[in-house]
């Protein structure tokens, strides 16, 4: 009886002490792998801090060349700091991807901890209680009787009940890291979802990057590296240019269209978003200082925003993709170039013009912040620009006619009433 009361009270000392053992060794390896984590995560992070300045050197460069005179020397200059700038993104794109993925695994490896630290504490708490349950049948006059020594037996009683409350802790302990892991797992959703919103990013940046690199090479395949070539190609286009103007302002201007206040939001409602995500207005509706000179009414029927070749180009509500089209594919230079027509829910659509790609297909249902296109210089544009008309929805449609500036040839783009052209900053955020 005494060597088998020694022998459970022996076991049950081993299997506590074990738990801690087991515990202890565990931290101080996953310590081990949590700062080799950590260093790699401080590094991504110090690396995509002196990408930002890198970026913004390149920026700058590029926008610096863009406000000089226009030459096709500054032109690929500035397509060439944009390149820079947009590599610059990317390579910040992927590092903080490395890094989403390094924190994903760092938490990963905190929820795999938790749930190993419960296993050993529910299996410490078990094999204790099977112990007590054993120490538990031998009564103190049993225990008395096998040592002759009542104070054996007293330390015994003493040890059951810090037994006791070692498994209580261990319980209350295995509440308190389900909280942890509980928590660690939302972090690590959120950390996935990050990631994808990275990747997505990613994909936009390579396809800005691919879409400069294009221009590039177009431009100087049409000027043919030549400065002399390049001013005679805008004389022309301009002259071309005013003449079509001309021709759809005369046009629109016979077009009847009633408003039915009614149809569409109010003025300074803010009824649609911004379409671009870093916003730069370059010149208002209507007449302005530029107005006069550059358009065959004298007005400005849109609004501009700088934006450079490749820029993301957002819906600025929900609607529908109506029309879209290319009128370089016709007459190189003389309208919108790239284009699009949405018509929103709210009863105003838009025209986004001047874009160097489109990104949906007509038909096609858009959500506010969607990416429609990417901005460029196509068209008629004197710099890369987004241009945005904005109408009531029933007043505009795209429309194939032929051009007297363009002889021989059909050009489809959105028209309306000239009484139809709104501010579309009248309509936007504040």
Known sequence: MKCDIKYRFFLLIVIIFSQFSNINVSSIYAEDSARDLQQKIDERTSLIKKLDEEIKTYADLADKSSREALTLNNYIKTLDNQVKSTSADIRKSQNSIDKTSLQIKQISNEITGSEEKIARLRSGIKESVINQYKLDKVSVIENFLAEKNIMASIKEIEFLKIVQQNI??????????????????????????DLEIEKEKLKTKQTSLNIVKDEQKKELIITKNQESNFKNILAERKKQKEAFEK??????????????????????????????????????FGITNASKRLYASGSHN???????????????????????GDTDASCRGVSFGKWILIKYNNGLASTYGHLSKLNLQTGATVKSGDIVGFSGNTGYSTGPHLHVSMYPADAVNAIARPSASCPGVDLTMPIAAVNAYLDPLAYMPK
């Open 247 to 284: 021709e759809m302002f005369d046009y629109e201007k016979k077009l009847k269209y009633v408003l039915n206040p009614s149809s569409i939001p109010k003025s300074g409602s803010s009824a649609l978003a911004w379409p671009l995500e870093v916003v730069r207005i370059t010149q208002r």
């Open 168 to 193: 209580q802790n261990s319980i209350t302990e295995i509440f308190q890291i389900k909280k942890i892991l509980e928590k660690d797992k939302t972090s690590e959703q959120i950390r996935k979802e």
């Open 302 to 324: 849109g609004a501009d925003f700088g934006a450079k070749i490749g820029t993301p180009v957002l819906s600025m509500g929900d609607g529908i993709l109506v029309a879209q």
